[in-house]
């Protein structure tokens, strides 16, 4: 099946800094990708719908310029965490449609855990 | 407003006894409602999903789910849990031609030995 990868797994960054998270779809192409956030033992929040070679979609309360994305090709999009704070923590994840239309499944990354100290 | 819901936050059960996940909707139209599993530090694993047609739906590792109009529900079932079964488990909709998923909040479910 369809296979998303998600780079780096876990991270650990300072407070201040700031981190990219890189999702590619391996083999397919993907015009959208979304990127979740997910707090511990909590469900998937959509963050953002990434488009390539447009500007992304951001949830409603999703800082634009806190979350940075940018969907560069077919196969790549990074979600960049600037001045990353503590409450910035969390497991983020990113998913890619299989298909064309709402029928078609989700393939998701493996996610990544950033901390922030 | 339109969601899912997953009214247990965990759920035990012996190894070798059947599992229930419940899960209800609240979504206009035709439903496309999916299921995942989450193991930990994981991304989501797809397991079925209901489009239309049957109402019974085969997934994978033997899971399966029924598509309940009457009472908006999609439970997931298998008749006989395995300790591995135990992870975290989604379901979710997908809205028309947004194609991104809206998750329910996930249920833990633990297979005992």
């Known amino acids: 099946g369809a296979v998303v990868s998600q780079h780096p797994s876990r991270v650990i960054c300072k407070s201040g800094t700031s981190v990219k998270i890189e999702c590619r779809s391996l083999d397919f192409q993907a015009t959208t990708m979304f990127w979740y956030r997910q707090f511990p033992k909590q469900s998937l929040m959509l963050m953002a719908t990434s488009n390539e070679g447009s500007k992304a979609t951001y949830e409603q309360g999703v800082e634009k310029d806190k979350f940075l994305i940018n969907h560069a090709s077919l196969t790549l999009s990074t979600l960049t965490v600037t001045s990353a704070h503590p409450e910035d923590s969390s497991f983020y994840i990113c998913?890619?449609?299989?298909?064309?239309?709402?029928?078609?499944?989700?393939?998701f990354g493996e996610g990544s855990r950033l901390t922030v100290l | 407003a339109q969601s899912v819901a997953q009214p247990e936050d965990q759920v035990n059960v012996a190894e070798g006894n059947p599992l229930t996940v419940k899960c209800t909707y609240s979504v206009s139209g035709n439903p496309y409602l999916f299921w995942y599993v989450q193991y930990p530090n994981r991304g989501l694993q797809f397991l079925l999903k209901y489009i239309t047609g049957d109402n019974l739906v085969k997934g994978s590792y033997g899971f399966e789910a029924e598509f309940n109009k009457s009472q908006t529900s999609f439970h997931l079932k298998k008749p006989s849990a395995l300790v591995s079964d135990s992870a975290l488990y989604f379901c979710a909709y997908s809205s028309g031609s947004a194609r991104q998923l809206t998750f329910g909040s996930g249920t833990q479910l633990t297979v005992l030995p």
């Open positions: 998913s890619a449609p299989g298909g064309a239309h709402a029928t078609g499944e989700l393939f």
